[in-house]
């Protein structure tokens, strides 16, 4: 969509440092989130034509195109979906932008995963005033060193402790559902 600036939103996901890469889910299908004024959730399948169509689809940090961790066109970053979200797995660079990101990670000191998008015509609906993503183009995945727009996103690295505190996360998240 020219002229429109690309939109952007955080999941609760988990992040787990693997030697120099990193994996988990940039964004969770199902979740409701406030953006804003609107309640929002992605639907199941949100990323499907994005992932055909081969784009290349850069992750970054804090949505910053001069900081690039990895992509899908040389193979650094790969993305999938399933039923529980979009997964990714990246190989993390020696840069020094990559070196803080696993430091920060492994610490837990990092404040969760985010991603670009656009919705082509027909992407989203409306029920019962949440705002429905059911088709949208993916233009970069994005660790967030500080809020993401979701509250509850946790990046953390693979741990004893972090899988305790992830349990937690995906608990609070289960129980806020039931409410």
């Known amino acids: ?25 940039a964004a969770l299908f199902g979740v409701r989130a406030r953006i804003g004024t609107t309640d929002e959730e992605i639907r199941q399948g949100a990323f499907a034509g994005s992932l055909t169509a081969r784009q290349d689809i850069l992750a970054l940090v804090d ?6 961790l990895a992509r899908t066109r040389s193979g ?12 990714f797995d990246l ?5 020094t932008e990559g070196r803080d990101i696993l430091a920060l990670a492994e610490r837990g ?12 015509p027909g992407g989203e ?3 019962n005033g949440v705002r429905q993503l059911e088709r949208v183009n993916l233009h970069e995945i994005s660790i967030v060193k500080a809020w ?11 741990s004893k402790q ?3 505190l992830m349990r937690i996360a995906h608990a609070r998240l289960y129980l806020e559902a039931l409410a």
């Open 91 to 95: 190989d993390v660079p020696d840069t």
């Open 125 to 127: 609906s409306r029920a």
């Open 162 to 164: 972090a899988e305790r």
């Open 1 to 25: 969509m020219a002229g429109l600036a690309p939109e952007r939103r955080s999941a609760p996901v988990e992040v787990r440092a693997r030697g120099r890469r990193l994996e988990g889910y």
């Open 76 to 87: 650094t970053l790969r993305l999938s979906q399933d039923s529980t979200g979009l997964a």
């Open 148 to 158: 993401p727009a979701y509250e509850g996103t946790v990046v953390t690295a693979r």
């Open 63 to 68: 949505h910053d195109p001069s900081r690039l």
């Open 109 to 120: 000191d990092l404040g969760g995963m985010s991603f670009g998008f656009d919705v082509p």
